[in-house]
Nanobody, 116 residues
């Protein structure tokens, strides 16, 4: 079992930066994919970025060049550095861990609001 707790969300002006953190309790395997998703009001949850050992990080087209996902396995942490934020980045951001065999775990989410 894995529990995920996100932090670092908040209100920021357009063009600003935020760094989201996700702390995982339980066992995280190097084969797990760790990811950030987001869900804006009235929209479906979408993948923002994911990272797996030995694979280049994957990013949604809308955040490429602005967001960077990273992980610290020793600390069971995954981060999302968000730069050049836009109002359309406003959403609840969720941390996700997916096992190779399909099991998934989600955090409670952290709100990111970008004002214009």
């Amino acid at each position: 079992q894995v529990q995920l707790v996100e932090s670092g969300g908040g209100l920021v002006q357009a063009g600003g930066s935020l760094r989201l953190s996700c702390a995982a309790s339980g066992t995280i395997f190097t084969s797990d994919t760790m990811a950030w998703y987001r869900q804006a009001p009235g929209k479906q949850r979408e993948l923002v970025a994911s990272i797996t050992t030995g694979v280049f990080p994957n990013y949604a087209d809308s955040v490429k060049g602005r967001f960077t996902i990273s992980k610290e396995y020793a600390k069971n942490m995954v981060y999302l550095q968000m730069n050049s934020l836009k109002p359309e980045d406003t959403a609840v951001y969720y941390c996700n861990v997916r096992r190779v065999y399909g099991a998934e775990y989600w955090g409670q989410g952290t709100q990111v609001t970008v004002s214009s």
